[in-house]
């Protein structure tokens, strides 16, 4: 009777192994795939804003090094960018004609990058937590949305407000994005055009 | 259980086999779940991803009386979707559906020919069961859990290996219905949740 003990073991624990883990494994739950993820500030009204000015680079950070990116993928999103907004009825100038909001760009390689600061634009603090997503009973982010174990890459727009500075001077950031996967093996240019459109697209202080 | 489990193997060993009808007779079976109604709208995929344990105990004339406790679950990946939170948040992207579940029943089942090599029988299980449903959009995992009552009514049949075996197969096919719900407010509700199962396993018979 021993090989047939041995046996409802094996079996057992070959049930346990598959059925018991709440969660299914994570290589079903496609983690890589490309998300955007958008937050604005619902206190104020975006129609007040009427020109913008946009950085001539991308930011770019990873665990080892930091910089710029200038090349043509670069101007390619920063151009996805700008043409959202001016379809949008804002306006580009530049940076010293004293535009309403300001945008900077980066880019995360984020394997294990705990903490993103995409650097100062103007003067602004530029810290700002968005991660997490509402406030009702059953929210519960068991990871920020862009400090992640693996390694893709996170595309952030930050929209500063340079209309309502604050007495001390700083300003407050009042819609960014965050497009994630970027730097896995198989997003083309164009996905991140698309990317950007959806970003634009899913918020609704474009829309009012 | 599993000491109750290895206690009956034991008495199994001790006393020789008397005959068909066993006195009690534990199971271990594989759970295939089909979803069914609203909960079919959550997850239409099958899963195989599911155990049950049970135990019968005989009363008189075939009927026996029991419990079941069990292990499920049911997932399934879906597209690109948005979802919007109320205070300007907004996501896009792949997202995965999954219920766990934890049945536990008390179990009356009449065996129609309890002495027989293959003992069909009919049954009705009555208890509740622990659930969690889960929208997983990438990293956010949002998650409702609720207790439930449930009813399922059940057909099957042990098969007895041998004519004075210990060990048998068993198969099985119910349908269970719970008061359990899903209810991720502006994205998606459901009133009951109900689901067949196929259950096949083995027996070890207790004379």
Not at chain 1, 20 to 41: M, Q
Not at chain 1, 65 to 88: F, H, Y
Not at chain 2, 125 to 141: A, C, F, N, R, T
């Given at each position: 009777?021993?090989?047939?003990i ?29 998300v ?9 009204k975006f129609?007040?804003f009427?020109?913008f000015?946009i950085?001539?680079s ?5 665990q ?27 306006i ?8 309403d ?11 294990n ?31 920020p ?12 727009i ?22 994630r ?28 | 259980?599993?000491?109750?489990l ?7 060993q001790?006393?020789?086999?008397i ?55 049911v ?5 690109y ?12 992207a792949t ?5 766990w ?21 009919i049954?009705?299980g ?14 956010y ?13 059940e057909?099957?049949?042990l ?7 210990n ?41």
């Amino acid at each position: 009777m021993k090989p047939k003990i041995l046996l409802i073991l094996l079996v057992t624990g070959l049930f346990l192994v598959t059925s018991c883990s709440k969660y299914p494994p994570t290589s079903d739950r496609l983690l890589e795939d490309l998300v955007v993820y958008t937050k604005y500030d619902t206190s104020i009204k975006f129609s007040q804003f009427k020109t913008f000015s946009i950085v001539d680079s991308i930011s770019y950070i990873s665990q080892t090094d930091s910089g710029k990116v200038l090349d043509a993928n670069a101007q390619a999103v920063l151009n996805q960018i700008s043409q959202n907004m001016t379809s949008r009825g804002y306006i580009l100038v530049n940076k010293n004609q004293n535009p309403d909001l300001g945008i900077n760009v980066g880019v995360v390689k984020n394997v294990n990058v705990q903490v993103y600061y995409p650097g100062w634009y103007w003067g602004y603090p530029a810290y700002y937590p968005p991660w997490y997503w509402g406030g009702g009973s059953y929210y519960y982010p068991y990871y920020p949305v862009y400090i992640t174990s693996y390694a893709s890459g996170t595309l952030l727009i930050d929209m500063v407000d340079r209309k309502n500075i604050t007495p001390d001077g700083k300003m407050y950031i009042r819609w960014n994005a965050y497009i994630r996967a970027l730097l896995t093996n198989d997003h083309t240019l164009n996905q991140i055009k698309e990317s950007i459109d959806q970003a634009f697209t899913q918020t609704k202080a474009f829309s009012n | 259980m599993v000491s109750i489990l290895f206690a009956g193997f034991a008495q199994g060993q001790d006393k020789p086999s008397i005959g068909y009808t066993p006195s009690s007779y534990y199971t271990f079976s594989w759970n295939t779940t089909f979803t069914l109604g609203d909960f079919n709208k959550w997850v239409s995929n099958g899963s195989p991803a599911g155990f049950d344990f049970g135990g019968r105990y005989l009363i008189m004339n075939g009927l026996t009386a029991g419990f079941n406790i069990s292990w499920q679950r049911v997932s399934q990946s879906y597209g690109y979707e948005t979802f919007y939170s109320n205070d300007g948040e907004a996501i896009t992207a792949t997202n995965y559906r999954f219920t766990w579940m934890v049945p536990f029943q008390g179990v009356i089942a009449y065996h129609f020919m309890p002495d027989k090599l293959v003992s069909p029988y009919i049954g009705l299980g009555i208890g509740g069961d622990y659930m969690e449903h889960h929208l997983l959009v990438q990293e956010y995992d949002i998650y409702n859990t609720r207790w439930d009552f449930s009813l399922t009514p059940e057909i099957g049949a042990l098969v007895k290996f041998g004519k004075f075996s210990n060990w048998g197969g068993l198969i099985a096919f119910n349908y269970k219905w719970t008061t359990n719900k899903i209810d991720f407010t502006n994205y998606f509700k459901s009133k009951e949740i109900m689901m067949l199962n196929l259950k096949v396993g083995i027996v070890l018979i207790v004379r």
